[in-house]
Every structure is written in C-alpha cells, then in structure tokens.
Nanobody, 121 residues
Framework: VQLQASGGGSVQAGGFLRLSCTAS????????MAWYRQAPGKERELVAS???????TYIDPVKGRFIISRSNVEDAVYLQMNSLKSEDTAVYYC????????????????WGQGTLVTVSS
C-alpha cells in the first residue's frame, strides 16, 4: 500500500486547513484509517480515526474542531481542521490500521510521508 498525504501549510491561529490522504494498491474500503501527528520533541499521537463503516474517534484536544472523513470512491481519508491553535503545529501522518490499540502507533502497518502544519499565534 502507498499512502500520500497532502494539504499542510502555514496558517494563523483560528484558521483552517484540510488534509488529504490517498491510498493505492489496497482494498481501501476494508480498512480503518487514522490521522496521527508529531510535534517537535514529542511522541507521535493519534488525532482521529475512522472505521471502515465510518465510525469516528477523536482525542479531546481536537473534539469539536477537527473532522475526519473518508471517500471509498476516491480511496481517500480527510482531516478538516478548524479553529486551529498553535498547539496543533505538527507533522501530520495518515495511517492504515492493522491490529491492536488504536492509540498506539504500532497498531498501524502503513504510513503516509507526513505533511507539516504550522499554526502561528
């Protein structure tokens, strides 16, 4: 599988961005997917996940601001990020779930290359 993430950039606090991740060479619709992020000096953390059936999970800091969605026609997963804060600054990765705890990176067996989001206050 190949995952290609895009959509990062630099925005001011309060702004928005939409990240996209396209998948190739898999039965995309069968897989749960997630967005992770890694801020400088911090561990990679789950941001949001979406099951093959469309069920979603978010970490508390992004609830009400971020929306994860998917298109099984376009083989893509998206992350709409609204009301961005400086603490959202990180490299964002899309990931394909394999097995185990959704909140641990080891549960994912394929990763996109990362896209940088920088939020200035």
């Amino acid at each position: 599988v190949q995952l290609q993430a895009s959509g990062g950039g630099s925005v001011q606090a309060g702004g928005f961005l939409r990240l996209s991740c396209t998948a190739s060479r898999i039965m995309f619709r069968a897989y749960d997917m997630a967005w992770y992020r890694q801020a400088p000096g911090k561990e990679r953390e789950l941001v949001a996940s979406i099951t093959s059936g469309g069920g979603t999970t978010y970490i508390d800091p992004v609830k009400g601001r971020f929306i994860i969605s998917r298109s099984n026609v376009e083989d893509a997963v998206y992350l709409q990020m609204n009301s961005l804060k400086s603490e959202d600054t990180a490299v964002y990765y899309c990931a394909q779930y394999s097995d185990g705890d959704y909140y641990t990176a080891q549960a994912y067996d394929a990763w996109g290359q990362g896209t940088l989001v920088t939020v200035s206050s």
